[in-house]
């Protein structure tokens, strides 16, 4: 049997947990994590040189540097598994000057998220940029790993339930605290690394850039995840307690 507060704990934590797995989810797929603000394309000559650096970005080989420069100039666009620019229909600058923009994209390979990164973007000569390399990786890798957790979570909740028992709640708790963890991790490393590249990429005049939504989707769904393990561990114990108490108290 369990008490009408407990059970209203676990059904607030499983609310909150569903709303911040799918947080995360919507986070991790977008590629709203930074965005830039460019100036508006204006000459002959900037228009062949941001068509060349487009064609570059969209059929070209993989390259920090590259992609980097297209993102600067074409208000790019980037997230975890995708980077994105704006530009006309058919990038027809000059054709059509006020035509609506369209965002193009194309995404990271599993290969190229565990590409190294180089103190100079696109010199390989420059060496390995270890710090910069690990938090890519960190940030690809953490986001599975808290979604990883939550569905762990999830099954054995489930196989809980099925049968009747508060046991597994604690470890449930710290599986969701581990989680959130995971998740503010993943936004901390993403925030470090697009701060490291700043330092070696100067961005152009003109150019500005800010968090994206997808971001603070991410960012909030970390205290989603820490409250609901507050409110599991708090069942746990609270339970483990009380039941402890009616068994004293049976036996004296």
């Not at 000569?125 to 953490?142: K, V």
């Not at 099925?162 to 710290?174: H, K, S, Y």
Request: with cysteine.
């Amino acid at each position: 049997m369990v008490d009408n507060r407990y059970a209203t704990a676990l059904v607030i934590a499983c609310v909150l947990s569903v709303l911040a797995t799918v947080y995360l989810s919507v986070a991790i797929g977008t590629q709203h994590w930074y965005q830039y603000s460019s100036p508006t394309v204006r000459g002959e000559a900037n228009v062949s040189e941001l068509r060349s650096l487009y064609e570059e970005f969209m059929s070209g080989e993989f390259d920090e540097k590259t992609y980097s420069d297209t993102l600067f100039r074409l208000n790019g666009t980037v997230g975890l598994w995708w980077r994105c620019v704006l530009v006309p229909p058919n990038a027809q600058w000059i054709k059509e000057p006020d035509a609506k923009m369209v965002l193009e994209c194309r995404n990271f390979t599993l290969l190229e998220q565990f590409t190294p990164k180089y103190k100079e973007p696109g010199n390989h000569n420059s060496g390995e940029d270890m710090l910069r390399t690990y938090l890519w990786r960190c940030q690809f890798l953490l986001p599975l790993t808290s979604l990883g957790l939550v569905v762990l979570a999830g099954l054995i909740g489930f196989c809980a339930c099925l049968c009747r028992t508060l046991t597994p709640t604690l470890g449930l708790g710290v599986l969701h605290l581990l989680a959130g963890l995971c998740t503010l991790a993943t936004v901390c490393c993403y925030l470090a690394g697009m701060d490291l590249l700043h330092r070696v990429s100067m961005l152009p005049d003109k150019v500005d850039g800010s968090l994206g939504w997808s971001l603070y989707l991410a960012l909030i769904s970390s205290p989603l995840h820490m409250m609901a393990a507050a409110l599991l561990v708090w069942a746990a114990r609270s339970h483990s307690q009380n039941y402890y108490r009616m068994t004293a108290y049976r036996v004296a």
